[in-house]
């Protein structure tokens, strides 16, 4: 399909942009493989959410103008992060500007949302034979309704999932808790660091109990916590964001930028 | 009340000093939020049953008044003593007024999260009377001397073998016995006893009927049932927000409450009270210590929507790793956290800060409070108040400073991966509480803009 008339602003969040480019590179990558023209304004920073989750909302208003004046011109914005996407939201907004602040929350779409609803694919050739295991933000579940919560009476659906069963060779492992939290919460990774880790660590089990390769999920932020505990367990099973696994046959292998 | 109060987060590294105890914490809470899933997932309308009750409750919050007004006339039509307190303090004179006037210096109760939240039990000993909980897990905290750790399964935090030698101690059961049949039949004899002599009985409240001015207290062990009916006078305390406009409203609550905290279809007892029988007296007290104000804060008025079910502690991933009395208050996990700024924002400073914001506690709240969005806007008030410690101040507004300004921000991000692979011992190091048990994540050459410069500007 060609998307190409769209204007996709491309929203990389501080973390990735700073420590996982290579997941910013497979986002950028897949949706220009799918036909839509991304630009990357290069001022963007951050969508304020460390601040506003520790009590200083008050605190990101440049973050907030930075957001604006970066995207505000585009059709949809786009980032490879549910927890981001629901910050901006739930909560951007611009003095002054109070309706176009609305306008341009609704235009802002994470990854996988963006994929299924807006360009309304649900199959993309890729490639990843390998046994994995999905990990649910709770933003993008809970927040965005990538798919359906455990604890509520209704229909299930998995937006995530269902791109991720078409991926030639990958093999999806069932955990004993699809949707338990990972305890990453921002600053609650070391204010609370012995909860946090204690329940990284028990996600990380579920996925190790299933026999999982590969942890992937639709938020980095979720990743980078469990990469952090599987690395320090010298566990050989790797996380990977679902935009690198979309992505796995544009490039077989995913250039990781010079170390 | 001189005890130095740990905060949540020091309280939980304790709790995780002991990793297996606290996997069995986890599991046990866990397997009732899936008793929970399990039940509500019997009934096709159970989304419906949840928006009805949270309307009704939303009703209720905002026609209090009135409400209020005809309960308390029903309830003296049918001939309860009706008493009004405004804080704990007064509500505990009270009760020991109401005791005083009987000569009755011992006293049984069935679970009620109000006399914890208002202290009674400490008071009215310091006054004489002698007070015994007759639930059993209540009853099993009480002798510990502990608060309880949940406000549906007291004594959720310990194993049979603590039961077995907590009874050996104090009820002479065999030493090493862990038998829950054994212990309960024993617990059951010394709790026949109380209830067959002491002359008052207090119970808890779970719903208040305005239309009736009568009220039904639940409870899985009949001892509310066995002690009112048994006593001379009944003692019933309730915070205010427990009415319903309704009697056929209680269908709605009933259905709810004891699936969403136990997963049980139906709480074993429903025992409704409408009037003293004959020769017994029967107070009400009605309470609001901290109520109005928490009615009057629009973000958080709904907090009151609470019908005490749990369901949000047992899903709730923090609470599960940090047990309740990590939460410092009569109400602990996310419900409690959203309650107890209302009451002290010095002392619950650190309560609605220690949930990851995930989400799971609103969604199987039975009258849909929207928990994680006011443990949010908990933040915001707290950090407004003064109320969050300097260093923390210091150290966002130094984050936010670096994160409005795109080249400074890109100075230091480049300079701080540099960091990181050169000197790697700068950050991981004992400082770094990210460190302690995760590794830092690779820091890359060039980051995502820097790639994107070279390869597509």
């Known amino acids: 399909m060609d998307y190409s008339h769209l204007k996709i602003g491309l929203f990389i969040p501080c973390y990735v942009d700073q420590f996982y480019p290579q997941v910013g590179i497979a986002t950028l990558e897949l949706l220009e493989k799918l036909g839509c023209k ?154 609370e660091e012995a909860v946090s880790v204690k329940m990284g660590k028990d996600r990380v089990s579920d996925h190790i109990r299933h026999h999982a390769e590969y942890i992937t999920g639709s938020d980095m932020s979720c990743l980078l916590h469990l990469e952090g505990i599987l690395k320090r367990k010298n566990s050989p099973v790797q996380v990977k964001h679902i935009a690198e696994i979309l992505n796995s046959t544009v490039k077989k292998q995913i250039p990781v930028p010079n170390h | 009340m001189s005890k130095a109060v740990m905060e949540h987060a020091d309280a939980a590294d304790v709790f995780n000093k002991d990793e297996s105890y606290v996997d069995w914490h986890d599991e046990t809470l866990w397997f009732v939020r899936t008793k929970r899933d399990k039940s509500s997932k019997l009934l096709p309308e159970w989304e419906n049953l949840r928006e009805t009750a949270s309307q009704i409750k939303n009703y209720v919050l905002s026609h209090m008044d009135e409400l209020l007004e005809t309960f308390e006339k029903n309830a003296k039509a049918n001939g309860i003593h009706v008493h009004w307190a405004a804080d704990a303090a007064e509500h505990n004179e009270i009760v020991l007024g109401i005791l005083k006037q009987h000569h009755v210096d011992r006293m049984i109760k069935s679970k009620s999260m109000l006399t914890e939240e208002c202290h009674m039990n400490e008071f ?162 009605i309470v609001d210590n901290g109520r109005s104000a928490q009615l009057g804060r629009a973000d958080f008025r709904n907090s009151l929507k609470c019908i005490r079910c749990g369901a949000c502690m047992n899903t709730c991933p923090v609470y599960r790793r940090s047990g309740g009395h990590s939460y410092h208050n009569a109400v602990a996990g996310p419900i409690g956290s959203i309650l107890a700024p209302n009451l002290d924002m010095t002392k619950n400073a650190d309560l609605p800060f220690a949930s990851t914001l995930c989400g799971s506690c609103s969604n199987v709240c039975p009258v849909k409070i ?40 890109q100075w230091s991000g480049r300079l701080g991966r540099s960091v990181m692979r050169t000197l790697p011992f700068m950050v991981n190091n004992s400082l770094n509480p990210w460190f302690k048990q995760r590794e830092m994540p690779e820091p890359p050459k060039e980051s995502f803009r820097d790639w994107y410069v070279r390869n597509r500007e």
């Not at chain 2, 305390?237 to 609550?253: S, T």
């Not at chain 2, 929207?370 to 806007?377: F, P, R, S, T, V």
């Open chain 1, 38 to 191: 991304v630009g990357f304004p290069l001022n963007q920073t951050c969508c304020g959410q460390p601040m506003a989750n520790s009590g200083f909302e008050h605190l990101t208003k440049d973050c907030n103008s930075l957001f604006y004046d970066s995207f505000a011109a585009f059709d949809y914005v786009v980032a490879p992060s549910g927890s981001c996407v629901l910050h901006i939201k739930e909560h951007l907004k611009v003095e002054n500007r109070e309706s176009d602040s609305k306008i341009l929350r609704k235009k802002v779409y994470e990854l996988v949302e963006f994929i299924t609803d807006v360009l309304k694919i649900d199959y993309i050739e890729a490639e990843f034979p390998h046994r994995v295991g999905l990990h649910q933000g709770c933003h993008g579940q809970r927040g965005l309704h990538l798919s359906q919560m455990s604890e509520l009476n209704a229909a299930p659906f998995n937006k995530p999932e269902t791109l991720l069963k078409k991926v030639n060779g990958l093999e999806l492992v069932e955990l004993d808790r699809k949707d338990e939290c990972c305890g990453f919460g921002g600053t609650f990774c070391v204010s």
């Open chain 2, 124 to 285: 009215l000993t310091r006054n004489g009377i002698e007070v015994i909980d007759t639930d059993l897990g209540e009853r099993i905290v009480q002798l510990r001397n502990e608060p309880p750790s949940h406000i549906v399964l007291p004594a959720i935090h310990l194993k049979k073998k603590d039961i077995g030698d907590l009874f050996h101690e104090h009820l002479g059961t065999d030493a090493g016995a862990t038998d829950p049949q054994y212990l309960t039949e024993a617990a059951r004899q010394h709790l026949r006893d109380k209830f067959l002599t002491r002359k008052a009985a207090l119970t808890g409240v779970n719903f208040a009927v305005a239309e009736t001015g009568g009220f039904v207290v639940c409870t899985n062990e009949g001892n509310a049932d066995m002690g009112a009916h048994l006593a001379d006078v009944h003692i019933a305390c309730m915070g205010f927000e427990k009415l319903v406009p309704l009697q056929a409203h209680l269908g709605v609550f009933l259905r709810l409450l004891a699936r969403s905290a136990t997963g049980q279809p139906v709480t074993t007892y429903s025992s409704h009270f409408k009037k003293p029988r004959e020769g017994q007296e029967m107070h009400l007290v």
């Open chain 2, 370 to 409: 929207d928990i994680h969005d006011q443990l949010y806007k908990w933040r915001q008030v707290l950090v407004q108040g003064g109320h969050v410690p300097q260093a923390k101040e210091i150290g966002v507004k130094a984050m936010s400073m670096v994160l409005s300004q795109p080249r400074f921000y």
